[in-house]
């Protein structure tokens, strides 16, 4: 087994720590290179949308709030910081599909009590790519493809900050949201929130009423 | 953009914006070809494929120049020939033993027959490669320098430069952007990749370091950008090399003597524990060596040391600095310590080779380490003694037990003294 970003030979031996308290899982990154992401699990953080600070509702998510918008207390796994924004390249921009279960297993524990909903691409970035880059990251959980994204003048990626907030609705709800309770969307990166806002708010349009939270590897 | 016997794929062509008729007379190949479990890519020859959830495949080992699939095209230049004023600039003089393997040289590129030189550390490769460059350009053709390492290419252009001043060479690596249309091209062994069929003449330095010689790709990578004679330099040839050699696929010239005369430094072994510590013995060395007037690379195995040991010779009263593969600093790093900012560095093996320090001593750290190859030891010694007011630098191995590489590089080294004290043989 070798570490999916540096190609480091990893060593399958296990410690009895591995096996306590819930099923094993085997990572696909070795420990130095795991060091080099900072993980946001265990900080204060956000309450709102999951940024590292001290705990306090921020400046944007009060923005959300005034919008009329129930916040999406999200969660998030790791910061965006060199490491992650290089691995982020390696994956979307070059579309090294190989690393898309670089952080399978690595998914907290209370996911399982979820809906989970991933953000798709939309078709253009799709054929593009070849792979959807959400879908890939949470390959190794079950999804529910509900939302279908329409196309955009430009992605997210090459948009100012103001931009990104002006965004139009692009997300339409494809399959009948009836008996679910409660649904995580699942994204790869929080940046300004208006993406997974916008979801909430289809399934909202759509009829859905329990509750929605989202979730994603980066914030 | 110079397109002269480019090789591009269809996403570096798009970003050109080059209009249908230009592109009228450029070769289009599929980007990889076979079926089934036989695919091949065609821009670095790996086997080694990766699915797309859509179905299609690309190619994993050479994404990093861009992704390619089933589905893209590469677009191959064809070669032109190149005039432009390859006079040599450079003054000095070869010495006998050189000049004879210079000759050699230009005989076997005219005969487009491959060639290895092995030469010590410091034997003066790059000067003897003067003439054979020379040679070829003037003969309109086109040549390109590549080593696996992009420190060695960095140092070797401004020598190069200076050697041929009337040309705008071209270096190409990593984030190395746009490059003047020139004959005489200096670049890593991955940039190759994107050249088909462009070189006259291709000069690998450093043949046996990493990547190269792990990587079939990059072995791949020579071959494909190549028409002409290939000429490898290495200190420390590989098996793979000296079977061809014996084989007589390789022609080979010999220089087992610095360009000074003078002998290689032998390393002393020391034996002992030292595990990121900095015991009696090594400081005594280390002390010792700057007392001289010297400077000293100090070599430790794993990058983890580096923080470690450079903290313990800061406590001698040293002034010290670390470097390592990522360091994003590495090449300012390198440079300061050329100019005696620090007394010390300590890194890894990312120096052992392609670095030229006057007056410089070599400590190498847990020598006994796997990750020491024989000719990693023997590269890291041979930063030693470099300069002709100061051949005997001392070289130090610290180890904790003796191993197979250690044996080999010392045997190696003194083997080497003592087929230099002959006259050049040629094997």
Not at chain 1, 135 to 149: I, N, S, T, V, Y
Not at chain 1, 164 to 170: F, G, I, K, V
Not at chain 2, 105 to 130: C, N, P, Y
Not at chain 2, 187 to 200: E, I
Request: proline content about 5%; hydrophobic content about 40%.
């Amino acid at each position: 087994m070798r570490c999916r970003l540096c190609n480091a030979a990893m060593s399958g031996n296990l410690q009895l720590s591995d096996l306590a308290w819930r099923p094993y899982q085997r990572l696909h990154l070795c420990q130095r290179c795991l060091r080099t992401f900072e993980i946001l699990v265990d900080r204060p953080t956000c309450p709102g949308c999951g940024r590292a600070n001290d705990g306090a509702l921020c400046q944007d998510c009060h923005r959300w709030e005034q919008q009329g918008e129930t916040l999406l207390h999200h969660s998030a796994l790791f910061t965006y910081n060199t490491a992650m924004k290089a691995f982020i390249q390696q994956y979307k921009g070059l579309g090294d599909y190989r690393l898309h279960d670089a952080f399978a297993g690595m998914w907290p524990h209370w996911l399982q009590h979820w809906t989970l909903v991933p953000i798709v691409s939309e078709p253009g970035h799709l054929d593009r790519r070849g792979f959807d880059p959400v879908l890939g990251l949470f390959a190794d959980l079950p999804l529910r493809q509900l939302l279908a994204k329409a196309a955009t003048d430009k992605p997210q990626a090459q948009k100012t900050r103001a931009e990104r907030l002006q965004t139009p609705q692009s997300f339409a709800v494809v399959q009948p949201v009836s008996g679910i309770k409660q649904i995580l969307l699942l994204d790869d990166l929080y940046t300004t929130g208006r993406t997974l806002y916008h979801a909430k708010d289809a399934l909202v349009a759509a009829g859905f009423q329990g509750k929605v939270q989202s979730f994603s590897l980066i914030r | 953009m110079d397109l002269n016997g480019r090789q591009l794929s269809e996403g570096e062509v798009a970003r050109l914006m080059l209009s249908e008729s230009s592109l009228a007379h450029v070769q289009r190949v599929p980007a990889i070809i076979g079926r089934g479990q036989k695919l091949q890519c065609q821009r670095c020859g790996s086997q080694v494929l990766e699915a797309l959830p859509n179905g299609q495949h690309y190619c994993a080992s050479c994404v990093n120049l861009g992704r390619i699939t089933d589905q893209d095209s590469l677009y191959r230049w064809p070669a032109q020939p190149m005039t432009q004023n390859g006079t040599l600039t450079w003054t000095g003089h070869l010495t006998p033993e050189q000049a004879q393997v210079s000759q050699a040289l230009i005989e076997s590129a005219m005969q487009r027959h491959d060639h290895l030189l092995w030469a010590v550390t410091g034997a003066g490769k790059t000067e003897m490669l003067f003439p054979v460059i020379a040679h070829a350009l003037a003969a309109n053709q086109r040549v390109v320098i590549a080593s696996p390492r992009i420190d060695v290419i960095l140092e070797l252009a401004p020598r190069l430069q200076a050697a041929f001043a009337h040309l705008p060479i071209a270096v190409y690596y990593g984030d190395s952007g746009e490059q003047p249309e020139s004959q005489l091209v200096l670049a890593t062994t991955h940039q190759l990749l994107r050249f088909y069929q462009a070189f006259d003449l291709t000069i690998v330095d450093e043949v046996d370091a990493f990547p190269f010689a792990a990587n079939p790709m990059l072995a791949f990578a020579v071959k494909q950008a190549s028409k002409g004679a290939v000429i490898y330099l290495t200190a420390t040839p590989s098996q793979e090399l000296i079977k061809r050699v014996q084989t007589k696929t390789l022609a080979v010239s010999y220089l087992p003597r610095r360009f000074h005369g003078a002998p290689l430094p032998v390393p002393k072994i020391a034996f002992g524990r030292h595990f990121q510590r900095v015991p009696a013995k090594v400081r005594r060395v280390l002390l010792e060596t700057v007392a001289s007037g010297r400077q000293v690379l100090v070599f430790v195995p794993q990058v983890d040391w580096l923080p470690v040991i450079e903290r313990l010779v800061a406590k001698l009263g040293l002034s010290v600095a670390s470097v390592h593969a990522q360091d994003p600093e590495r090449a300012t790093k390198v440079q300061n310590f050329r100019h005696h900012v620090w007394q010390c560095l300590v890194t890894t093996t990312i120096l052992e080779r392609g670095v030229t320090i006057y007056r410089c001593g070599v400590i190498v750290l847990q020598a006994d380490s796997a990750l020491f190859s024989a000719a990693a030891l023997i590269q890291m010694a041979g930063r030693a003694g470099r300069s002709a007011d100061s051949p005997d630098d001392p070289v130090w191995f610290f180890a904790s037990h003796y191993t197979r590489s250690l044996a080999t590089a010392t045997s190696q080294i003194a083997l080497m003294n003592r087929r230099g004290q002959h006259a050049l043989s040629t094997v």
